[in-house]
């Protein structure tokens, strides 16, 4: 079976006119005209001589507004660099009692899936909706209907339909919800994967398709009892790698290795996440149809 796919224009106008007179010079003219603004550092002239021109030292004192906009657009550069400091900053472990007061996501899971999907654990948003994978910045719906695994666009509010609607099941490796992967331990991450060989088992999925290189990389350590290292790939793992199997009674479920749907994922681009989405879209297309073929056949 193959696995791959091949107006017009207002002037602008002052909100008051400068009375020009004001500045004209009415003095004698014998006697030099010296700046306001040199008069302040320089010594008064030996005689003087009365001018009739008013002093406007206030005006000369005060900078034009034009003069604080290199500062405010500083302050705005120095904030914003802020920002994108502390959001490069990398949030540690958390344990479960920091997110307690958010309630577990269900799973959505029937017998006999095409797919089973296998992501990291509920986001925070997600925990809020109970609904899976949904924060706005999240591709997994996006990425199901581009690469063909549902024929429509689909979102979070329908995923408890999932199963029924288009064969497609939702589980998580770590139940428990957290803002972002690094606040998950491996201890725990690890301890989930019995928990997905048991879903396994008990539900027989056609395919497990796990969401994130993270969540194969301790599925691999459980099982290896090493680092997946170099011989990570994504798309169909080694017949092998099959989990849930029933010895002489079933074989298990494949294993799709998927990208990161995560916003927060930026490794590869979306055109890049897209292709590796569609080899496991290719197949669902084509197992979906024989399903289908296979019920009209039966239904005749």
Do not use: S
């Given at each position: 079976m193959p696995e791959d796919c091949s107006p017009s224009d207002t002037p602008a106008t002052f909100g008051g006119r400068l009375d020009l007179s004001n500045f004209i010079f009415k003095g004698d003219p014998s006697s030099p005209r010296r700046s306001g603004r040199l008069s302040a550092t320089a010594p008064p002239p030996a005689t003087t001589t009365t001018s009739s021109r008013p002093s406007t030292p206030s005006k000369r004192k005060s900078p034009p507004i034009a003069h604080h906009k290199p500062d405010s657009e500083s302050f705005s550069s120095s904030a914003a660099a802020s920002t994108k400091k502390r959001k490069r900053k990398a949030s540690g472990y958390a344990p479960p009692s920091t997110y307690a007061h958010l309630p577990l996501l269900p799973d959505r899971i029937a017998e006999n899936l095409l797919v089973l999907f296998i992501g990291l654990n509920p986001g925070v948003e997600t925990a809020r909706t109970g609904h899976a994978y949904a924060h706005p910045s999240n591709l997994f719906w996006k990425l199901l209907y581009s690469s063909g695994i549902t024929p429509r666009r689909c979102y979070a509010e329908e995923d408890d339909r999932m199963p029924e609607l288009f064969s497609l099941g939702l589980t998580n490796i770590v139940a428990r919800p957290s803002r972002n992967g690094s606040e998950l331990s491996k201890a725990e991450m690890d301890a989930g994967v019995s928990v997905l060989d048991a879903k396994a088992r008990e539900f027989r999925p056609e395919v497990l398709c796990v969401v994130g290189k993270s969540i194969w990389e301790s599925?691999?350590?459980v099982r290896h009892g090493?680092?997946?290292?170099?011989?990570?790939?994504?798309?169909?793992?080694d017949d092998e790698e099959r989990m849930g199997a029933v010895e002489g009674e079933w074989e298990g479920a494949r294993v799709f290795v998927a990208t990161s749907t995560s916003g927060l994922a930026a490794s590869m681009g979306?055109?890049?996440?897209?292709?590796v989405w569609r080899r496991l879209g290719c197949w669902v297309e084509k197992r979906r149809a024989e399903?289908?073929?296979a019920s009209r056949g039966t239904v005749d």
């Open positions: 599925i691999w350590r090493t680092a997946v290292g170099k011989q990570f790939k994504y798309g169909w793992q979306p055109k890049e996440k897209e292709e399903r289908e073929a």
